[in-house]
C-alpha cells in the first residue's frame, strides 16, 4: 500500500531551517508528481512546492518568497523540503502528496494528489 510519512518538524527560531522529510513506501516515487502543502489552524490549505513526476520542473506560489526548495532522492525513495529563513508565518502542519504521472496539471493545486502523508508540525517562534 501506499504510504507516506513526514518527519523533522520542530521548534524553531524566526531565521532559521528545517529539512522535512517524506519518506514513501509501497511505491517508488519515481514517475510521481510531489507537492508539499501546509495548513495553519482556522486557515486554508496552501501549496509549499511540488515537481513534476519526470522531476524536471519545480513549481512554487507565485506569491511565494523562494526560501523553500523541493528534491526527490529516488535512490532512497524520499522527498525533502527544504525551508530557510523561517518565519512565524510559516507556522503550520506540512504535508507531502503525490499522484502518479501522466497528463498531470496544476500541481500547486491539493485536488492533484491521491496520496497524503499524516503530516508534520512546524512552529517558528518569534
Known amino acids: 500500500e501506499v504510504q507516506l510519512v513526514e518527519s523533522g518538524g520542530s521548534l524553531v527560531q524566526a531565521g532559521g531551517s528545517l529539512r522535512l522529510s517524506c519518506a514513501a513506501s509501497?511505491?517508488?516515487?519515481?514517475?510521481?508528481?510531489i507537492g508539499w502543502f501546509r495548513q495553519a489552524p482556522g486557515k486554508q490549505r496552501e501549496a509549499v512546492s511540488a515537481i513534476n513526476s519526470r522531476h524536471d520542473t519545480t513549481y512554487y506560489p507565485d506569491s511565494f518568497k523562494g526560501r523553500f526548495t523541493i528534491s526527490v532522492d529516488i535512490a532512497e525513495n524520499m522527498v525533502y523540503l527544504q525551508m530557510n529563513s523561517l518565519k512565524p508565518a510559516d507556522t503550520a502542519r506540512y504535508y507531502c502528496a503525490v499522484v502518479r504521472g501522466g497528463h498531470t496539471s496544476g500541481l500547486l493545486e491539493w485536488r492533484a494528489y491521491d496520496y497524503w502523508g499524516r503530516g508534520t508540525q512546524v512552529t517558528v517562534s518569534s
Open positions: 509501497g511505491f517508488s516515487v519515481d514517475h510521481y508528481a
